[in-house]
């Protein structure tokens, strides 16, 4: 049983690389099996469709991201320091893991992500999406659409880090710190 979950496991690694360096239509299922080092018909052992291999991939780090990004987080905080916290946890994760921010980012752009933010929020998503409700709600966070809400704070964050990993600018904590501090103050009333 070990070695199918071995062989799952470098199917998607081989998947997040390739997608991550060539996009969705240049990473075949023949390139993928070369990287994972298997035949493609291995693939279709694991996963029916291409697509269902790359919605596969999607929830695996969909889940790793949420894990990470709701370390150390409790309702108890502060309203403010919920934000900053979940904020910052975001940004360390998106930092530390360039393959699989460039695979996310090209998943929700793609008919993939749109289709599938249509149909539920994704999982890493759903705790700002509380977090904004109950803002809402107890009148700290301006009553904007929560897809306004969502584009006030992860735009200007998901811009940061791809200069960040192009070299254009250095997010060292304190300017993470400052940055958090500007999407919170578009946020909040």
Not at 8 to 24: D, P, V, Y
Not at 149 to 159: A, E, R, S, V, Y
Request: charged content about 25%; some cysteine; overall charge negative.
């Amino acid at each position: 049983m070990a070695q199918k979950t071995d062989t799952r496991s470098s199917i998607l690694q081989a998947t997040l690389e390739l997608i991550a360096e060539k996009g969705f239509h240049g990473s075949p299922t023949s390139m993928i099996a070369d990287r994972a080092g298997i035949s493609v018909g291995t693939i279709y052992c694991h996963f029916k469709t291409k697509d269902e291999l790359i919605h596969a991939l999607h929830e695996e780090l969909e889940g790793k991201r949420r894990t990470v990004i709701l370390k150390g987080y409790s309702e108890d905080l502060p309203f403010g320091e919920r934000y900053f916290h979940l904020c910052r946890n975001t940004y360390h994760y998106l930092m530390e893991n360039p393959l699989e921010f460039r695979f996310m980012e090209q998943y929700s752009y793609s008919p993939y992500g749109v289709c599938n933010l249509r149909q539920k929020l994704d999982s890493y998503v759903e705790p700002f999406h509380a977090l904004f409700k109950l803002g809402i709600e107890q009148q700290i966070i301006k009553k904007l659409p929560l897809m306004l809400l969502f584009d006030l704070t992860f735009g200007p964050m998901i811009n940061a880090i791809m200069d960040h990993n192009l070299g254009l600018l250095t997010l060292e904590e304190a300017l993470i710190e400052e940055a958090i501090g500007a999407t919170w103050d578009a946020v909040r009333r």
